[in-house]
């Protein structure tokens, strides 16, 4: 039986070899072969999952590859020509398994949600929940969030849940409150929409706090630990009511939830904060800290 672990290098054709074609043929079964071993050891089922979800009527895939060559039409049609509504519409950006997108839109049917992502086989698990319990107000998108802005037109969003992202502690750029993503934010989400803020990192609820103090941004609410914090409004009670797997585990050890809700008006040119923030210690559960450094940016 031929191993699964294997790496199977290019080899070099030349027309003058008279095996030429059959070399190449068997090449080419062999490393699908193989493939498919790997995929079914390391995946469990991951090129099932992805092809499952080409089924799915909630599930729309653009990553970069496509969206460049195929503009995506149902951008500032969501309500009329996927859920039929008039409700809000809001977006949970970095999803992962959807638990959170699903579990708003149990507690919030009068309220649309899309989950979005680019690992779609974290994605499969509350796409296919969400079939199965026929929640008609959710809806999925496979893509990079850096270019989300393709997908949503004018005012279309009401709001956002950034719930535990990456706090991307190396680079400003790239953590979802960075200025960088709230002007992409402010081209889809209405005038003063509400972005809501869910994490384990002190770094990225520090950093996001200065954001807000910097650039005058009106914060609705504030508090780095979520489930010992009183006098809670009955939205956010019920919200709650809701944790992923792996918030449950962060929960488990010790760890402070934070929360930060704020507005994002469309006026006024956004600054990133210049002050340092002391690294968190941790990266996330299972990850180690990527630097060496005290404090960050």
């Not at 039986?1 to 030429?20: E, H, I, Q, R």
């Not at 949503?152 to 960075?178: C, H, I, Y």
Request: net charge positive.
């Amino acid at each position: 039986m031929l191993p699964s672990k294997v790496t199977v290098f290019p080899v070099l054709f030349f027309p003058d070899n008279a095996g030429y074609f059959a070399l190449k043929v068997a090449y080419i079964v062999l490393s699908l072969y193989l493939c498919s071993q790997d995929c079914s050891v390391m995946g469990k089922g991951k090129l099932a999952k992805f092809a499952e979800m080409e089924t799915f009527s909630n599930v729309f895939q653009y990553p970069y590859s496509v969206i460049d060559n195929v503009p995506f039409a149902m951008k500032g049609h969501w309500r009329d020509r996927y859920f039929d509504n008039g409700n809000p519409i809001v977006l949970e950006l970095g999803c992962g398994k959807g638990e959170y997108t699903v579990e708003l839109a149990r507690l919030f049917p009068d309220v649309n949600f899309v989950g979005v992502d680019i690992k779609g086989a974290r994605m499969w698990t509350g796409a296919k929940q969400a079939l199965e319990d026929g929640l008609k107000n959710v809806a999925f998108l496979r893509t990079n969030i850096e270019i989300i802005d393709r997908f949503f037109a004018k005012n279309e969003v009401q709001e956002l849940w950034l719930t535990f992202s990456d706090p991307q502690m190396k680079n400003a750029r790239k953590r979802l409150t960075s200025t960088f993503f709230l002007n992409r934010y402010r081209t889809f989400l209405v005038d003063g929409g509400i972005v809501h803020l869910k994490t384990d990192s002190n770094f990225l609820y520090t950093y996001t706090t200065y954001m807000t103090k910097e650039n005058r941004l009106p914060v609705l609410f504030a508090t780095d630990d979520l489930y010992h914090t009183e006098g809670l409004d009955e939205a956010t009670r019920k919200i709650l009511s809701i944790r992923t797997y792996y918030e449950s585990m962060w929960i488990e050890r010790g760890l402070n939830i934070r929360y930060i809700k704020f507005r994002l008006p469309h006026e006024s040119m956004l600054v990133e904060p210049e002050v340092d923030i002391p690294l968190d210690e941790y990266r996330s559960y299972h990850r180690p800290k990527r630097s060496n450094r005290e404090t960050g940016r």
